[in-house]
């Protein structure tokens, strides 16, 4: 199988500018971006090999992104073998190829051993507000598990990888001050900076980047949401170079979390219905609990349409 190289990996939590950088680099003549594709390092890590294969063709199946991507699966080749497969699908003549990934970037170095990285950062405060306008939280003590999640598997990254193979970018630095950070990102991948990095608003809804995007949480968190972030954060937060607000953290008691997270659950449903409608949302959730592969797919390909249909 071909090996597609140089290969740069995109690395960053859900909402922390991963996708206004893929738009830089897609937009430069030497680059190619084709966008978040998690499902290149989504398959099971634990089951014996035929088990994996059989769960990771099913996960593929019920993949919006994977199917928007019109990648061929060859079913001869294991969960590994088939995600490089992937990979050389998407090599391009002439052009660097960078994958946004949002978890299991720790894996992505098992399977691509000379790919690099770029570790996007963001404020988990603003990341956590931010998480809460998808749907993926009902506020902000639950909106930065994921980032939590996704710095532990960058930690887990930099443990295997020379310190060469990854480069570290806030996004605050990226819009403060754009052409510096894209030069770096440029130098590191190996080709040089385009101004043509900059023309993305001309095919994207996105805008320019804006200064005033950075530190929202200042705006528009108020001390209890801060102090929820900076309780659960605090420490790595810290670690990684963002400073406390000075507000006291706050660690809700055992109780409240039950209350919450049963409030949060209900909240996210909620949401989901009114983003997909109540009949998609209750077979969505009822094929958790139904271990039948046809019903799976099923839910899974009317959710999908719904999906694209409010992206498009």
């Known amino acids: 199988m071909s090996r597609v190289e140089p290969l740069f990996f995109i690395c960053g939590a859900l909402r922390s500018g991963t ?6 680099l897609d937009a430069h003549p030497k680059i ?4 978040e594709m998690d499902f290149l390092v989504d398959f099971p890590a634990d089951a014996d090999a035929s088990a994996a294969t059989e769960a990771y063709h099913a996960y593929l199946r019920r993949s919006w992104i994977f199917n928007e991507h019109d990648l061929a699966i060859d079913p ?3 969960c590994e073998d088939l995600s490089r497969s992937f990979v050389a699908q998407l090599g391009r003549e ?3 190829l960078t994958i946004n990934l949002h978890r299991h970037f720790d894996r992505a170095h098992g399977v691509y051993p000379h790919a690099k990285f770029v570790h996007l950062l963001r404020d988990p405060r603003d990341v956590a507000r931010s998480s ?4 993926w939280a009902s506020n902000v003590y639950f ?3 994921h980032w939590i999640e996704s710095e532990r598997a960058i930690g887990r ?10 480069l570290s970018v ?3 630095d990226l819009l403060r001050d754009t052409e510096r950070e894209l030069e770096r990102i440029c130098g590191f991948i190996g080709v040089s900076y385009d101004p043509l990095m900059l023309s993305y608003p001309d095919t994207s809804t996105y805008d320019a980047p804006d200064p005033a995007l950075a530190e929202q949480w200042r705006r528009k968190l108020g001390p209890r949401e801060i102090g929820w972030v900076e309780g659960k954060a605090g420490d790595m937060m810290q670690a990684l170079g963002y400073e406390r607000s000075g507000h006291p953290a706050v660690v809700p008691g055992r109780l409240e979390r039950i209350y919450m997270k049963n409030a949060d659950r209900l909240w996210r449903w909620r949401d989901q219905a009114r983003r997909h409608g109540a009949g998609i949302t209750a077979m969505s959730i009822l094929a958790r609990f139904v271990p039948v592969g046809a019903f799976r797919d099923y839910v899974a390909a009317r959710r999908n349409v719904s999906v694209v249909k409010q992206l498009k």
């Open 170 to 172: 806030r996004y605050e």
């Open 143 to 145: 909106g930065v598990d």
């Open 94 to 96: 002439g052009e660097v």
């Open 76 to 78: 001869a080749l294991g």
């Open 157 to 166: 990254l930099r443990a295997q990888v020379s310190p060469d193979q990854i």
């Open 132 to 135: 809460i306008g998808m749907g």
């Open 32 to 35: 190619a971006n084709p966008g």
């Open 19 to 24: 996708t206004l950088l893929r738009l830089m």
